[in-house]
């Protein structure tokens, strides 16, 4: 009986699976705002990147 409660308990009964499921949370909200962080970074990156290329192409075709 004992060990069937246990199970119907889950995450409740058993406080190392508890803190390690709050551990993974907590680490998933983590990497999902440094995602978010990396996305708008390489937007950054894309939109210099384009300015840049453009001046360069102008530079050419203005030397030509």
Known sequence: ???RLRQKGGLLGNNLLLR???DCIDQND???AQIEQLKRRHAELTLTSRG???KINQARADNK
């Open 1 to 3: 009986d004992n060990g």
């Open 20 to 22: 390690d499921f709050e």
């Open 30 to 32: 983590n990497m999902e």
């Open 52 to 54: 840049i290329k453009q």
